[in-house]
T-cell receptor
Framework: GQQVMQIPQYQHVQEGEDFTTYCNSS?????IQWYKQRPGGHPVFLIQ?????EVKKQKRLTFQFGEAKKNSSLHITATQTTDVGTYFC??????????FGKGITLSVRP | DAGVIQSPRHEVTEMGQEVTLRCKPI?????LFWYRQTMMRGLELLIY????????DSGMPEDRFSAKMPNASFSTLKIQPSEPRDSAVYFC?????????????FGPGTRLTVL
């Protein structure tokens, strides 16, 4: 099945700094989704990318799907303490099963 | 809509006991997923249903785990007998038309502790 990798698993930034994380696959993905899980909470859907090279923005968050559809990035501009949480990418392949990466836990120092 | 509802929110039990987790998906959603989340293994898909029929249970760890969906508004995940290594947060999620839109709506989860 599809596997997606997210490295590193933890990142610490100073409030106001930018943050970028990546999601990589060894195989071509039909689509990629991003979820956010706040501490003690449940995953919440952020975005879905389907087209090669697609870029979508949500306020300070920018999501991109690679040209080869094997990787994706999430960029947060000027992080805030409300950005704290774990960000997961998830991919569905030909078998329609959604596979989540291990996630990256972001902490923001005020 | 109330969203996906799970019960109980917390469960503490002793090794060997039977545990039943419950889920009510969002009305109108035809796909239901059960996930398990641990620090070591992350978020794992256990099983999913489409129109109440199990489609893929390859993620179910072993025969001690079973899941049912008797109707469109209710599903259970049962562990019998439970073991300490089953301690985790179990999430239920639902969606409409899996490939069509893709967004999965997660419930608040059940935190299971097996002593």
């Amino acid at each position: 099945g599809q596997q997606v990798m997210q490295i590193p698993q933890y990142q610490h930034v100073q409030e106001g700094e930018d943050f970028t994380t990546y999601c990589n696959s060894s195989t071509t993905l039909s689509n990629i989704q991003w979820y956010k899980q706040r501490p003690g909470g449940h995953p919440v859907f952020l975005i879905q990318l389907v087209k090669s090279g697609e870029v979508k923005k949500q306020k300070r968050l920018t999501f991109q799907f690679g040209e080869a559809k094997k990787n994706s990035s999430l960029h947060i501009t000027a992080t805030q303490t409300t950005d704290v949480g774990t960000y997961f990418c998830a991919a569905s392949g030909a078998n329609s099963k959604l596979t989540f990466g291990k996630g990256i836990t972001l902490s923001v120092r005020p | 809509d109330a969203g996906v509802i799970q019960s109980p929110r917390h469960e503490v039990t002793e090794m060997g006991q039977e545990v039943t987790l419950r889920c009510k998906p969002i009305s109108g959603h035809d796909y239901l997923f059960w996930y398990r989340q641990t620090m070591m293994r992350g978020l794992e898909l256990l099983i999913y249903f489409n129109n109440n029929v199990p489609i893929d249970d390859s993620g179910m760890p072993e025969d001690r785990f079973s899941a049912k969906m008797p109707n469109a508004s209710f599903s259970t995940l049962k562990i019998q007998p439970s073991e300490p290594r089953d301690s985790a947060v179990y999430f239920c999620a639902s969606t409409r038309g899996y490939r069509e839109k893709g967004e999965q709506f997660f419930g608040p989860g059940t935190r299971l502790t097996v002593l």
